[in-house]
C-alpha cells in the first residue's frame, strides 16, 4: 500500500516518492510475475491520481495510462504480451511529455519529470518481467 501524499505536497516530489516506493517494491518483493506487477501497478495507479490534478494538464491522465497497463499486463496471455503492453504505455507517456513541452506555456524540465518518473516505474516493472525468464 502506498502512502497517498498530502494536498500541499510539490506535484513532482510526490510523483518522485510515489514512483520511487514502487520500484522499490517491486525490486525488493521480487515482483516478477504478471499478477503481482499488475497488483503494484494498480497500487500505484491509485495514488498519482491524488496528485494529477495538479500536474501539467498533458500529464493528468497518467493515472489512467498505468491502471490500463496494469489491466493489460493482467490479462496478457504471455510475458511477452505484458512487455509489450508496458512498452505501449511508456509510448504514451512519453508523447504526453513531449505536449508537455511543446504546449504549455513556460514549462520547465521539472514539470515534464513527472512523467519521466512514470516511464521509468513502468520500465522497471518491464525489467521484473523479462529479467524473471520465460519470454
Same mark, same amino acid.
Given at each position: 500500500?502506498?502512502?497517498?501524499?498530502?494536498?500541499?505536497?510539490n506535484p513532482t516530489?510526490?510523483?518522485?516518492?510515489? *514512483?520511487?516506493?514502487? @520500484?522499490?517494491?517491486?525490486?525488493?518483493?521480487?515482483? /516478477?510475475?504478471?499478477?503481482?506487477?499488475? /497488483?503494484?501497478?494498480?497500487?500505484?495507479?491509485? $495514488?498519482?491520481?491524488?496528485? #494529477?490534478?495538479?500536474?501539467?494538464?498533458?500529464? @493528468?491522465?497518467?493515472?489512467?495510462?498505468?491502471?490500463?497497463?496494469?489491466?493489460?499486463?493482467?490479462? #496478457?496471455?504471455?510475458?511477452?504480451? &505484458?512487455? &509489450?503492453?508496458? /512498452?505501449? &504505455?511508456?509510448?504514451?507517456?512519453?508523447?504526453?511529455? *513531449?505536449?508537455?513541452? +511543446?504546449?504549455?506555456?513556460?514549462?520547465?524540465?521539472?514539470?515534464?519529470?513527472?512523467?519521466?518518473?512514470?516511464?521509468?516505474?513502468? !520500465? $522497471? #516493472? +518491464?525489467?521484473?518481467?523479462? !529479467?524473471?525468464?520465460?519470454?
Amino acid at each position: 500500500m502506498l502512502e497517498p501524499p498530502s494536498a500541499t505536497e510539490n506535484p513532482t516530489e510526490a510523483v518522485a516518492a510515489l *514512483s520511487q516506493a514502487t @520500484r522499490d517494491y517491486i525490486e525488493e518483493c521480487r515482483c /516478477d510475475t504478471q499478477q503481482c506487477l499488475a /497488483d503494484a501497478l494498480d497500487e500505484y495507479s491509485k $495514488a498519482l491520481a491524488v496528485v #494529477a490534478p495538479r500536474l501539467p494538464k498533458p500529464l @493528468r491522465n497518467l493515472p489512467k495510462i498505468v491502471a490500463e497497463a496494469a489491466r493489460h499486463v493482467r490479462v #496478457a496471455k504471455t510475458k511477452a504480451e &505484458a512487455v &509489450a503492453a508496458l /512498452d505501449h &504505455a511508456i509510448a504514451a507517456i512519453h508523447k504526453d511529455i *513531449s505536449l508537455v513541452r +511543446s504546449e504549455e506555456v513556460g514549462t520547465t524540465a521539472r514539470d515534464a519529470r513527472s512523467g519521466e518518473l512514470v516511464a521509468g516505474t513502468l !520500465n $522497471a #516493472a +518491464s525489467a521484473a518481467l523479462v !529479467n524473471s525468464g520465460g519470454l
